[in-house]
């Protein structure tokens, strides 16, 4: 039984019994939706980050943890079109870490990404561990009654888009793994263009930018007719936003976004763009699907992000196909199986 | 740096950058309060337990596991006089407890005690972990506008009254330790006295009760002015209260109501009854404080559970005094520190 089957299991048992007509949106989506009072719906996500599963202490600087921490849940909260507006944090360290500078770097990292995004930290939780670190971050956010952006609304026609680039994150993670570390000094002088690009990919992984401004714009302008943050990696993630709208998808593989910096680098490194870009996770870009009269309404850019499009939405039940010049496939979700939904 | 230290510092860091004037109550109380449309006020709180530090997994069943990390944040809600009504699990656990029954187990006497309060279960997060597992349970619930009971409303002649009895989850902790394990089975017609009350407070520790009708009743007809649940045990959370408060508090030792269970086995087992019910953490009973002009409106059981008036705010800022007899001294808190607010 793997996490998916397993979510699926306790979805159909919360399904059958809520006792909140208030919840709009349970398991199964980026975020919960609850209608309030006043034409606003709250928007509640968590994740949970443990330490050897979803980071490396050793390559993780504690100011950067505590970013990361935060941002994972906040591209949830823009993933639904939402503002976030609070969040709660829950902690569990060994008690060395109570004893040195972690905790403050940590903390540091964390208050600066909320100050940022105008995030207040409500609340939360502290505990000893007898191991390794445990974050589970928690954030509220609101959107206008019945804005909120699920996975479930993509129809035949309506386009594919994704802000921002793909596979950096990925390929960030290949650059950890293979030993290299983000540097704590700035760049010298004789730093190579390699070099910089290395530390731009470690980036990239280590500190995500939740697409929080695009995420308020989708959802308050009703743009978007489906969105998913991509943690799990465009293949899967495309799968899963398709499953949930009972559609198919066709991706032109010349208009995926790839990083930059992973196509400086792949030749040497043994770094697919195409590849990290179809299947690597943890880039936490949005995609989202637009009517096509809609798709003239769409900004350039948000906060400096652009927009790609990418395919089209198609009858083809659950089917996601990639076209690659004249070649066409199935698209196996391929991304790394994220031990969260 | 303890716990306490480290929560004060955060919450001094918190205060000077709320960037939502919406957060009435944040670190520091049972729970953070922010303030929704329609008169209603959100009242959220998470609870972390760790492996080997708030549970042992071989003295604790799957199933009360389930119901224990559900009702330390139900507890939390009813202490701010408010109605639970979603909740939310992050969950991480080593790969071989995907595997077994214990999940099931664990998510059944989960949704057991959530269904028997008319809560949903409403999203979370799922992890692997190394080695042990680890629980954050969040919970929303409502008030009306304003009528969330902090910490910080007692005033001096106010009565302090306490729900239920104490000493039997710390008794039952001391049982644990030595060795005791809680029955699978019903019990015998040759089970003695001894036996069943070596189970009755084995589930006191392993199964508490949140008090959540009390804190509805509390919360909707305004009868309490300060309020917080028995989680580090009386003295601690009453220094908690008397210190938001700004009061002190003189307590009647001889008006502690001590737990049955713990003072039929004193004798032979080593336990004290007053030392657990005034230092002993976890009973989960709700400790208030309710205007002299009050008293009289207050029931006398919710869902079959009294209540007793325990002593008296004093003007004596945050001396907490006790009286036994002729004596009286000054009553450190004892209580486990926990290592959560």
New interface residues.
Partial sequence: ?N?FE??DG?RR??DS????T??LT??GDD??V?S?????D?I???????????FYPDATPARLLGHKGLAVSLSDIAAMGARP??T?????MPPER??DQF?DQF?AGY?AL??HF???????????????I?I?S?V?GEVNSGAAIKRSGARPGHQILVTGTLGGAAAGLKLIENGARVSQSPPSASASADDESIQALLLRQLRPQPRVGWGMVLGQQELASAMIDLSDGLSSDLKHLCDESNVGALIDASAIPLDDDVKRLCGRRALDPLALALHGGEDFELLFTVAPENVSRLPKKVDGVAICNIGEITAAKRAIRIRERNREWDLQPGGFQH???
Avoid: P, Y
């Avoid at 019994?17 to 909140?20: K, L, Q, T, V, W």
């Avoid at 509640?44 to 979803?54: A, F, M, P, Q, W």
């Avoid at 105008?118 to 390794?132: A, H």
């Fill in positions: 039984m996490e397993f979510l306790l048992q919360t019994r809520r006792h909140s208030r919840l349970g398991i975020a919960s609850i309030q009072a006043g034409n606003r709250l509640v996500t968590t994740d949970l980050l443990v330490e050897g599963v979803d507006c609070w709660f944090l829950s902690i569990g109570w004893e905790k903390f208050l909320a100050d105008g995030v207040t930290l409500s609340g939360g939780d502290v505990s000893e561990t007898k191991t390794g445990v589970d928690i509220l031990f969260d939904r």
